[in-house]
């Protein structure tokens, strides 16, 4: 009887770590839908704030069809996390040359439309990080699991595995702004 009801602990430690393993590997693909919304609302947004730009910045054109193809390549990346980062990171940091140099346009500031696309813009990336910094949890977590004892174990023997971090690099937010009187 003390070896059958030993047997059903183990067995019953196997299955709640199997089943947390599960739950976790859920939880990471949620994660990742979430950021995929979150980029395919930016990727929405991007060809409506180049057609806004195009009437005012003309002489902007080569900047302008630079972060459309950007856009196009990250869009269409289904690859690997480390990929599609790379994409992203190229895209992210076209936008933000191209925000810097439409506020140099006055009436384009001035366009209702042009303000609002920039906000739901800005909008857009906080969401985008709030969904990196989700899925970043959760791939921790899962590769906390996929590394610790016993929980290794069961996850080797079922395929489990690890998951990259999707990090999306933004070089202008570690420069101090230069502020000057």
């Not at 992203?88 to 384009?108: F, I, S, T």
């Not at 696309?117 to 969904?131: C, G, M, S």
Request: aromatic content about 8%.
């Amino acid at each position: 009887m003390i070896p059958l009801g030993i047997l059903l602990l183990v067995l019953m430690i196997f299955i709640g770590m199997y089943n947390g393993l599960v739950s976790i590997r859920n939880h990471c693909d949620e994660a990742w839908s979430n950021i995929d919304t979150e980029l395919q609302r930016r990727y929405d947004l991007i060809p409506n704030l180049v057609e806004t730009a195009k009437g005012y910045a003309k002489h902007e054109r080569g900047l302008l069809e630079d972060v459309v193809k950007l856009r196009e390549k990250a869009a269409g990346n289904h690859g690997a996390v480390a990929s599609q980062a790379i994409d992203e990171n190229m895209l992210q940091n076209a936008l933000g040359k191209l925000m810097v140099r439409l506020e140099a346009y006055p009436d384009l500031k001035a366009s209702a439309n042009f303000v609002e696309l920039q906000k739901e813009l800005a909008n857009t990336e906080n969401r985008i990080q709030a969904a990196l910094r989700f899925y970043n949890g959760n791939v921790r977590e899962n590769n906390n699991k996929m590394e610790q004892f016993p929980s290794n174990v069961v996850a080797g023997m079922f395929s489990f595995s690890k998951r990259d971090y999707f990090e999306l690099e933004n070089p202008d937010a570690r420069v101090a702004p230069k502020v000057s009187f």
